[in-house]
């Protein structure tokens, strides 16, 4: 990469809304961008790899990560922890990638604290009825889990005002067209002109 310095860009919204979906197919078709791979308590679900989509590790050293200062950011969520590794984060802005946090609602107004120039987007649902639908279908969760989760779910969809971009995930297609306009409207800004001072 160049010796430009890459953004933080946050992905957030409930559980299930299709934040993992579009993420994939975004990253796929953009060599510039990173993923944050967070550590969590949570157990893994089948086909889930360690070190590549999330670091699966004890409450034990959870906590020890927290005391060590070693996350950007926390939350508890759902029964279990979750937080974002500060030193690859910074790593992989320094080699210029653009990196991509998919993280809850607390997380992510801890970044705008530390990261405020951030691109924030929200990943809304077209209805609450289609959120529960998916969140079923991917049968990740059991249906007490599915339960709170959506019980969480209603809290965070009153936060959308919070954050600068909302996408509908109704069609996919459109919904990952739309966070590529939102990722590429970012590097245009005149602030990341002025930090990378690229062209005149
Ligand atoms: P999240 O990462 O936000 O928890 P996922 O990406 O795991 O959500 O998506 C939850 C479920 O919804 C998955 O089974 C996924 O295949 C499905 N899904 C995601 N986006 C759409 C969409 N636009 N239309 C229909 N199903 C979708
Ligand atoms: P899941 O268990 O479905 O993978 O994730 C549950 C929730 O935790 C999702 O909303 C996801 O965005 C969020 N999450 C994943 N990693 C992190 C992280 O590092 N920090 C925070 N605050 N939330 C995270």
Same mark, same amino acid.
């Given at each position: 990469?160049?010796?430009?310095?890459?953004?933080v860009i946050v992905i957030t919204g409930p559980?299930?809304?299709g934040k993992g979906t $579009? &993420?994939?197919s975004v990253m796929e078709d953009d060599s510039s961008l990173c993923f944050s791979v967070s550590a969590t308590t949570r157990a893994p679900r089948p086909g889930e790899e360690d070190g590549k989509d999330y670091f699966f590790v004890s409450r034990e050293r959870f906590n020890e990560m927290v005391a060590q200062g070693e996350l950007l950011e926390y939350a508890e969520y759902s029964g279990n922890c979750y937080g974002t590794p500060r030193k690859p984060l910074e790593k992989l802005l320094d080699q210029g990638y653009d990196? $991509? &946090?998919d993280i809850e609602i607390q997380?992510?107004?801890n970044v705008m604290k530390s990261y405020p120039e951030a691109l924030f987007t929200f990943i809304m649902p077209p209805?609450?009825?289609t959120l529960e639908k998916r969140l079923a279908k991917r049968g990740t969760e059991t249906p007490e889990k599915i339960a709170l989760r959506l019980e969480t779910a209603k809290q965070e969809l009153e936060?959308?005002?919070e954050f600068q971009?909302?996408?509908v995930n109704d069609k996919l297609e459109d919904a990952v067209a739309e966070l590529q306009a939102v990722i590429t409207a970012g590097r245009c800004r005149c602030t990341e002109y002025i930090k990378n001072k690229r062209g005149m």
């Open positions: 990469m160049t010796n430009k310095k890459g953004q559980s299930g809304v $579009i &993420l994939k990196v $991509i &946090l997380g992510a107004r209805s609450f009825e936060c959308y005002k971009y909302i996408i």
